[in-house]
Structure formats: structure tokens, C-alpha cells
């Protein structure tokens, strides 16, 4: 009895701090499927009258401050039952690179890579912190092995700021991984397929490759939701809030004079679209794979319409994100996942990390 509630009680938070709002989700673990237990959503839209200042570009010490506040108050809703955590790196806050090694044991790769960073990394070595995975193999025709690493490195700064904000918040920071990790384990899940993946959040838009499963590439603009906002509210001479409504009722679908809207997002829309289209080009190129389908995450997937223009803009079936495929939910919550599973798909992912 007792270890069977040991068992049902083993669980895990993912936190996502974003630029305008904080995600978390405790995960757990029922009969060796993962389940969603809880969950937690805080927006804060004083930030979004000033995107400037939004939670992750405001000065350091506003940052850890207001930030541990807003976890305290969505650890009041949430009410885990775990105090364990992993939350993640931004794109814009860490270096990502695809490398190609010869094939070598663990240890050696560790012992290279130190080196490597030096080559790819624009800052000191001894300010980052360096990590990598394997995601690849392959062997050429004269039979020679090589493996494809990632490398990533995260400013040391970074890594102590975040364990100050956990720790006053009273939680555990357990580990700390890049955004596109974690999109990559709910979003592709082991699925085979060469794929784009657009996660748009408010600040920023992370344009990632998984391919045979593993997460190939990744690469960032800040062309994201906030941009379109802006766009909205600058000419039409309206507030952030009202053009933020707008933006998420008539999306790219306005009719007649709300045609307007649509005209004044697209150039955004169609730079990240373009980036997006460098980075399958660069990675096709390099390995000769074509890139099937394009998978839409963070809170701008929900824009109305946004699937079907990326969809014929790129020539390519693109679907929104359900990071719910491999994690159950209570069933109460089924209406709402459809809406909110772009949102949480970063936060899920960082939960489910921790039980493995
Ligand atoms: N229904 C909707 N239609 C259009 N846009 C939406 C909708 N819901 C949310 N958004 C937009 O999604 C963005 C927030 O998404 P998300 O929560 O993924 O961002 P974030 O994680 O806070 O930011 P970032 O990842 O850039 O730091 C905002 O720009 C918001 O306007
Ligand atoms: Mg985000």
C-alpha cells in the first residue's frame, strides 16, 4: 500500500518562465503513462503595456525579484504536491550548435568539447556552462563511423540567477534545459519525421529541426506575438491591450475593413516565415533530407488563420501543437488542453524531463 502511493505520488515540475507570462505543470507519473496533476498559467499584462520591460529583459535584480513573487503566487493556485523543478534556458539566453565528431566513447566526447566551445561560443568559456547530447550516427561508405552532437552552452550568470529565484521561491531546482529539448520530447516524442517546429511566443520565436527523433537544429528571432501587437496598436493608434484583443480575435481572418489587420501582421509573420525558411534550406542542404511537416507551438499558434498561411507559404502540412499526446489530463480539463497545449508545450516538456 505504502509503496503504491509512493509510486502515485512521484511527480515533477516544468516551469516556464516566458517574457509575459510564467507556466507551470506538475507532472506525474500513473501506471507508467505520464499525467498531467496540476497546472498554472500567470500572465502578466502590466508588461505587456511595457514589452520593453517584460519579465525577461527587465534588469536583473526587478527580474529575480519580480519573478520569485509571481512564482510564489502561482505556487498558491497550483499547490503541488513536489517541490522538484526544471525550468529552461531561452533561446535568446544560450548557444546551440550541431557539431559532426568522429565516433568516440563518452568520455572522450566530453573531454573535446571543452575545445569545441571555444571554436562556437562568443563569450569566455569560463562564463558558460557546457553540456551536450548525442542525436545522431551515421557511417559513410567506407564504413567510418561519426556521431552529431549538440552543443550548448549557458552563461554561468544565467544558471546562478535562476537557482537564486527558484531557491526564494522555495522550490528545488533540479536541472535546466534549453526551450527547443523540451518542445522536442512532447511535440515530436520519438516521431521520425523531418520537422520544422515554430514555437512563437511573445517575445520571441524559436525555429527548431528534429529529425529522426532528436532535435537537429536550433535558431531564434525577435519577430514573435509581441511584434504583431505592436504593429496593431502603432497603427491603428490604439492601446496594447485593445490591440492585443484584436490580434486574438480576427487573427489573419478579418473580412472587409478588418482586412487591415491582417495587412499589418503579415510582414512580421512573413519574416519569421522567411528565417524559418533559411534554416530548413541550411539544414536540408547539409544533410540532404527534406523537411515534411511544420508544427506550431507558444501562444502565437492560436493566432486565427496562422496555419493555413504557414501552411501555403511554406508548402507544407503544419499542424498546432499537442503536447498532450503522450501525457493524460484529467478529463475536465479536455476542453480547455486544445486551447492551451501550444502555451504549455515548453513547460510539459520540462516536467516530464524530470521523471525520466
Ligand atoms: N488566441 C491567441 N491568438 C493570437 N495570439 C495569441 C493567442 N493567445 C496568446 N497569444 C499570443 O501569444 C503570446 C504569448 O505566448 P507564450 O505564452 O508562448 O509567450 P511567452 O512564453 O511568454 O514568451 P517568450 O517565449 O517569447 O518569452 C503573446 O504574444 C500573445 O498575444
Ligand atoms: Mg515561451
Redesign the pocket.
Known amino acids: 500500500m505504502f509503496f503504491f502511493n509512493k509510486i502515485l505520488t512521484t511527480s515533477y515540475l516544468g516551469v516556464?518562465i516566458?517574457?509575459?507570462?510564467i507556466?507551470m505543470v506538475e507532472v506525474g507519473l500513473s501506471a507508467n503513462k505520464f499525467r498531467l496533476k496540476n497546472y498554472g498559467l500567470l500572465e502578466s499584462y502590466g508588461h505587456l503595456e511595457r514589452l520593453n520591460d517584460a519579465i525577461?529583459t527587465s534588469s536583473l535584480k526587478l527580474f529575480e525579484r519580480e519573478t520569485t513573487e509571481l512564482l510564489k503566487i502561482l505556487l498558491k493556485k497550483v499547490n503541488p504536491y513536489s517541490n522538484k523543478v526544471t525550468a529552461s534556458v531561452?533561446a535568446f539566453s544560450s548557444f546551440v550548435t550541431l557539431l559532426d565528431l568522429p565516433a568516440m566513447s563518452n568520455s572522450e566526447t566530453d573531454k573535446a568539447m571543452p575545445y569545441q566551445a571555444r571554436q562556437f561560443v562568443p563569450i569566455p568559456i569560463s562564463e558558460v556552462a557546457v553540456d551536450w547530447i548525442k542525436v545522431g550516427e551515421t557511417i559513410n561508405e567506407s564504413g567510418e563511423k561519426s556521431q552529431q552532437v549538440l552543443l550548448i552552452a549557458v552563461p554561468q550568470d544565467y544558471i546562478r540567477k535562476f537557482q537564486s529565484i527558484f531557491k526564494a521561491a522555495g522550490l528545488d531546482l533540479k536541472f535546466l534545459e534549453i526551450?527547443g529539448l523540451a518542445l522536442v520530447r512532447v511535440l515530436i516524442a520519438g516521431d521520425q519525421t523531418p520537422t520544422l517546429i515554430l514555437?512563437?511566443?511573445?517575445?520571441?520565436?524559436?525555429i527548431l529541426i528534429a529529425d529522426k527523433g532528436n532535435l537537429k537544429m536550433t535558431a531564434q528571432t525577435d519577430f514573435?506575438?509581441?511584434t504583431?501587437?505592436q504593429a496593431i496598436s502603432s497603427s491603428l493608434n490604439i492601446d496594447v491591450r485593445r490591440a492585443?484583443e484584436l490580434?486574438?480575435q480576427k487573427?489573419l481572418l478579418g473580412a472587409g475593413g478588418e482586412k487591415e489587420l491582417s495587412t499589418l501582421m503579415l510582414p512580421y509573420l512573413d519574416a519569421i516565415i522567411k528565417e524559418a525558411g533559411r534554416i530548413m534550406t541550411r539544414y536540408e542542404g547539409s544533410c540532404g533530407i527534406k523537411i515534411e511537416r511544420v508544427i506550431l507551438?507558444?501562444?502565437?499558434a492560436?493566432?486565427?488563420g496562422l496555419q493555413e498561411y504557414v501552411s501555403s507559404e511554406l508548402g507544407l502540412t503544419t499542424i498546432r501543437a499537442n503536447p498532450f499526446s503522450k501525457v493524460e489530463y484529467p478529463e475536465n480539463l479536455g476542453f480547455i488542453i486544445n486551447?492551451l497545449g501550444?502555451?504549455l508545450s515548453?513547460a510539459l516538456g520540462l516536467g516530464v524531463r524530470g521523471l525520466l
Open positions: 516556464d516566458g517574457t509575459t507570462s507556466k525577461q531561452p526551450e514555437d512563437i511566443g511573445s517575445r520571441s520565436t524559436n514573435a506575438g509581441g504583431l501587437t492585443e490580434k486574438k487573427g507551438s507558444g501562444g502565437t492560436l493566432l486565427p486551447e501550444p502555451m515548453v
